[in-house]
């Protein structure tokens, strides 16, 4: 671990390198394998990796038709050309060219060990990748049995196990459409995503065990089929009662299974819809995301490879569950020959080291989590490099939010001091990351290295000018062939839209909140939504979250800035759940606001602490700060926020409490 402090020309001080790539290293990653081909195959040659983004995002069809030829997926008729249409929305990537993400991720060695599961429920399992595209063949068979066909949704109500995975390729690979919500969904949360896709096939497990606890589903399944009027079929997975659990389904999993067939996988369009993914639901119903058989086969490819450096006969895992985007981009590491770890409980059962016991034991090569999992390791002490063997780690990625210094240093100090550890920032919409990690650039404390190549991502201010080393919109100026084809039930995409193009007209913004500096780092500071504005200063809130996070009295914290309606400074009030055993007294009210003071700015001192018995989140795991700021400002409930997008629906009813203390403000 090497120590270089720099100021940015900017001003900005910039964090110490704790990781940097040898020769040998960028060599052997998939990007350097890259770089060695378009040097011989197109004559292409790039001084270092800002040049090789900057002709990646100037010269797409160049380098997405490099991407193309280098990986050459399987296609069944080949692109008429790389981008027939760079509108954004409705730019067209590849036309002509049919393929399926099925057949893609199948492809490869039947004796190679690809699916590594862990249950809680029932124990470990494993498929080699015979086994697996066996197994997809005959539940696609099953499902053209049930009369599924080209277009179709087929809808999971199923946790991150084996049969979750067959059942998407299978889909897949007929061309029908896929969507998913994990099984801890309540009903409401669950239809609210389902009766707008109206599937015709429902996948169900009867419950899970969770820890030592055991949750049973039946009713919860009962209540979704009934609301359901298009399904035809329910298969049910007997899970957590192998006996009676297939009772729950008009099929079980193993009659769906039954017959033996060849895999076949229909040659769809590359823009054929491959699945839906829904957006947080928030506020109002879920979008309804659907994205592209080729956008995810090509960007994947590139992502996985090039930023993420996961490489032919690695082991993949991310502590996640079927509702979350992070589960499909796992199963997208298929297609660069990759096996893929499951685990389906308690991260917290038998211990809260577990995650780290499932690395070691499964010999993960990649580990994706949440900033906030590694901020919560740091801060109970532990040392899993110590205690593990995780000497087959070589990366790790850390999303969700944004990681601290002190995180990176955490990881470099007790996972392993000689590990790719990249902090990437993306989303649900786009299936991928916009900026995050290269293994041709050294790793700094606190930083997102780059923006990834072929996406043009800038920081817009508030004339919608890009704007360097100051904070701005995030917006992306050029397509990209993994943004979503459309929404679902959406005419005339009036919701896609507005969703992302209606601020900056012909450029997407994305709703973060970032600082980029002159070498293309960046920092993503909060939802710029949710940035607080004190005094005509834009404070980002993960600048706070840093701070709390070191004050070990401190579990969870939130910050929101309530403005003045008559244009007077307004309220900046910072809510503090502590730690089992501790009080935000009068001693640690003013440590937070010395600790606020000296490490941002006396700015960043709120005008009131309340103590709150804990922080309501999303279900993909990111604070509710607009929502609670608006129940503050006095909104009804059922305006701001759905009680089945929260993670713990009771902790809305402090903030509705505490509502009347603040009537007026905002």
Known sequence: MSIDVQQSASGETRGEILWTPTPESIAASGLGRFLEWAARERGLTFDGYDELWRWSVQDLTGFWGAVWDFFEPIAHSAPERVLADASMPGARWFPGATLNFAENCLRGPDEETVVIARSQTRGPSELTRGELRDAVARAAEGLRKLGVREGDRVAAYLPNIPEAVIAMLATASLGAIWAACAPEFGTRSVLDRFQQIEPVVLLVVDGYRYGTKEIDRRGEVATIRASLPTVRTTVAVPYLDPEEGGAVGDLTWDALLAEPAPPAYAAVPFDHPLWILFSSGTTGLPKAIVHSHGGI??????????????????????????????????????????????????????????????????????????????????????????????????????????????????????????????????????????????????????????????????????????????????????????????????????????????????????????????????????????????????????????????????????????????????????????????????????????????????????????????????????????????????????????????????????????????????
């Not at 490879?305 to 509702?323: E, K, L, W």
């Not at 923006?451 to 990209?480: F, Q, T, W, Y």
């Not at 089992?580 to 000296?598: C, N, S, V």
Request: glycine share 12%.
């Open 297 to 666: 086969v090509i960007e994947k490819l590139k992502n996985q490879s090039f930023q993420a450096d996961i490489r032919p006969g690695d082991r993949y895992f991310v502590y996640c569950t079927t509702s979350w985007v992070m589960w499909n981009n796992v199963i997208a590491a298929l297609l660069v020959g990759a096996g893929i770890v499951l685990m389906d409980g308690s991260s917290a059962h038998p211990d809260d080291l577990e995650l780290w016991r499932v690395i070691a034991d499964t010999g993960v090569t990649t580990f994706g989590c949440g900033a906030a999992m590694l901020m919560r390791a740091r801060r109970k002490g532990h040392e899993p490099g110590r205690m593990f063997d995780l000497s087959r780690l070589r990366g790790m990625l850390s999303t969700g939010s944004p990681l601290p210094a002190e995180g990176f240093r955490w990881v470099y100090t007790h996972v392993n001091p000689d590990l790719y550890m990249q902090s990437g920032s993306g989303g649900t919409d786009v299936c991928t990351g916009f900026v995050g990690g290269s293994p041709m650039l050294p790793v700094r404390a606190g930083e997102i290295a780059c923006r990834n190549l072929g996406v043009l991502a800038e920081a817009l201010d508030a004339d919608g000018r890009p704007v360097i080393g100051e904070p701005g919109e995030l917006v992306i100026s050029k397509p990209m062939p993994s943004m979503p084809i459309y929404f679902w039930k959406d005419p005339g995409d009036v919701r896609y839209r507005e969703t992302y193009f209606s601020m900056y007209p012909g450029l997407w913004r994305h709703g973060d909140w970032v600082i980029f500096d002159e070498h293309g780092s960046c920092r993503i500071t909060g939802r710029s939504d949710g940035t607080l504005n004190r005094g005509g200063v834009r404070l980002g809130t993960s600048e706070f979250y840093a701070v709390l996070d070191d004050v070990p009295q401190v579990a969870d914290s939130m910050v929101v800035h309530l403005e003045d309606p008559e244009g007077g400074p307004g309220r900046l009030v910072l809510f503090v759940a502590p730690v089992e055993g501790a009080k935000l007294d009068e001693g640690l009210r003013e440590h937070i606001a010395a600790e606020l003071r000296a490490r941002c700015s006396p700015r960043h001192v709120p005008d009131e602490m309340i103590d709150v018995p804990g922080i309501p989140y999303n279900i993909t795991g990111k604070k509710l700060e607009i929502p609670v700021k608006r129940l503050l400002q006095g909104l009804p409930r059922a305006k701001v926020v759905s009680d089945g997008a929260v993670n713990d629906p009771a902790l809305l009813d402090v903030f509705e409490r505490l509502a009347a203390r603040f009537a007026g403000a905002g």
